[in-house]
């Protein structure tokens, strides 16, 4: 499978972004997605993801309430709607997925096989 993020960009602190994963190739429906991001001279790190069928999903704590990850297996695309955005929140954000039977949804990037290029979210404060 391959990725596309996108959906980036430059807003004030407050305001929201939705991100977008388009995937293409077959059985995107048995994957699991996850998003990650990253900033300079940090490590990769978890965001959100969300299991095959929609039915489970995880966060990480700083997002909790925030931001939204949704799929839309028809249409090959997994999101990330983001809001009341934080200077913080500033990073390149990365789609990734992984090929599964089972139904849990991995925050580590070791898990996940395929990857998207990333796209840039600047929040200024």
């Known amino acids: 499978v391959q990725l596309q993020a996108s959906g980036g960009g430059l807003v004030q602190a407050g305001d929201s972004l939705r991100l977008s994963c388009a995937a293409s190739?077959?059985?995107?429906?048995?994957?699991?997605v996850g998003w990650f991001r990253q900033t300079p001279g940090k490590e990769r790190e978890f965001v959100a993801a969300i299991n095959q069928r929609g039915s489970s999903t995880n966060y990480v704590e700083s997002v909790k309430d925030r931001f939204t990850i949704s799929r839309d297996n028809a249409r090959n695309t997994v999101y990330l709607q983001m809001n009341s955005l934080k200077f913080e929140d500033t990073a390149v954000y990365y789609c990734?997925?992984?090929?599964?039977?089972?139904?849990?949804?991995?925050?580590?990037?070791?898990?996940?096989?395929?990857w998207g290029q990333g796209t840039l979210v600047t929040v200024s404060s």
């Open positions: 990734a997925a992984r090929f599964s039977v089972a139904q849990a949804v991995p925050t580590t990037p070791r898990e996940y096989l395929y």
């Open positions: 190739g077959r059985f995107f429906g048995n994957y699991v």
